[in-house]
């Protein structure tokens, strides 16, 4: 496995939720610079916008089943504010993405 598959593979679980955001009708987009949020996504016909954070991670395989370790910086997470983050939990299994968990 290359150093940097990390960085390959956070940018395509990136790209997965973007495509799925777009199947279901909403707009996404990247910001230029990245300070937290990694998409922003937009319902267009009333303009509801969602700022989401995506964790992505390789499986585990465990005695019957699998698992994916996610980090998360502590003050991401105590960070209020005005339109809140969303986090989407993605795990690359057995050369395939599992169903997002979102919060």
Do not use: C
């Not at 790209?15 to 267009?44: H, K």
């Not at 390789?58 to 994916?68: H, I, L, M, P």
């Amino acid at each position: 496995m290359k150093k940097n598959y990390p960085l390959y593979l956070g940018k395509a679980g990136h790209l997965t939720v973007m495509s799925e955001f777009l199947t279901r009708g909403w707009n996404v987009a990247i910001p230029e610079v990245d300070i937290g949020d990694d998409i922003f996504v937009v319902q267009d016909d009333n303009g509801t916008l969602r700022r989401v954070q995506v964790k992505t991670s390789t499986s585990t395989v465990r005695q019957s089943s699998f698992s994916g370790q996610f980090n998360i910086l502590l003050p991401q997470l105590r960070n209020v504010a005005n339109i809140p983050v969303h986090y989407v939990f993605i795990v690359r299994h057995n050369s395939q993405w599992t169903r997002p968990v979102i919060i």
